[in-house]
DNA sequence: CGAATTTGACCCCA
DNA sequence: TGGGGTCAAATTCG
């Protein structure tokens, strides 16, 4: 961490904490005013103005080039801004005041953004994954002491709404096949397929038991509401897919790997499991250090009937 | 011919 | 210092 805290570091990090459980309540306002579904966009708009602003001010004292700052982009952002900014004019420059403006380091080729820090959450599945969301390659690489290569993967619209998701897919088993994905940073972008919005939140009145758990999410795969779940548009797609799925795994020779490209979509069993396929067994693999999005497991466990706890936890 | 993928180069950081 | 993540030119595909 290269940005130096000043001095008074605690006084900083209460401001900063301050602000945060602001926003959280605000966030917890606005769940209330979400859940009696028919509001005027005015208040609903109203209320994600402050709590940008909120997390705004948060990020500003916390304007140091660290990993405090992105993990709370991660945590915080998730497309927030650029919500609000869609129904204003401004909606690019909207969304680049609202967040930390980090100097741009890309001018040169090479040069990038580490994000080590980001939000990362991983699955393991014996076919690849359709996760709904539009993924375009863009690297390939041989893992030392890997067998086989690992693929890059970024958001489709990382060039027009500046999506910062990224997921990398590497297989680690030929036999049976098993497929590693692992997920870094929220899509902060609005998928044209997918446009709803949904809100994942902990629905514990006990501010106790609550700590830490709100959490508004674009994507798609993040799932709460039983009664929504089986409308829900990507639980469709997958419905569609998995005819798809069938002809492909008919046809597909499984002593070759297949090619990993962003069109050869395939969906695995849990997501299956989920769309209504209740002799597979749901099968989420997260990495008990790596997987912190409890969120979207609990939401697809609530879904199928199982509890966290029944995960088979990796590592 | 435009879009998507591949692949070698570049550079960050553990 | 080398492994790994990303860029971007080259290549392939539809």
Known sequence: MDGSWPENLDAIRKM????????RELA??????????????????????????SFSTTLSILNVKSSVISQTQADFQVGLPCLVARNSEDSQ???????????????????????????????????????GQAWRKYGQKAILNAKYPRHYFRCEYKNDQGCKATKQVQRIQMNPPLYRTIYYGHHTCEDLKNPEMILECNTSTNPTENTSSIFIS?????????????????????KQECKEEKTSCDNEDHNQPPSLSSSDYFVSPDLMA???SPEQP??????TQDFDHEGLVSGMMEYVGLDLDDLHVEC
């Not at 980090?102 to 090479?110: A, L, Y």
């Not at 749901?282 to 990495?287: A, D, F, H, I, R």
């Open 93 to 131: 420059e909207s969304c680049k005041s609202n967040t930390i403006t980090i100097p741009s380091k890309k001018n040169r080729r090479g040069c990038y953004e580490r994000r080590t820090s980001l939000r990362t959450w991983k699955r393991d599945t014996p076919t690849l994954i359709n996760d």
């Open 274 to 276: 989920a769309a209504g």
């Open 28 to 53: 917890n306002q606005l769940r209330c005013v979400l859940s009696k579904s028919d509001d005027s966009a005015g208040s609903v708009k109203n209320l994600l103005m402050k709590i940008m602003k």
């Open 16 to 23: 900063a904490i301050e602000e945060l459980m602001k926003g």
């Open 282 to 287: 749901m099968k989420v693999l997260p990495s």
């Open 218 to 238: 674009f994507d798609t795969s993040s799932l709460t509401n039983l009664k929504n779940v089986q409308h829900h548009p990507f639980f469709s797609s997958i």
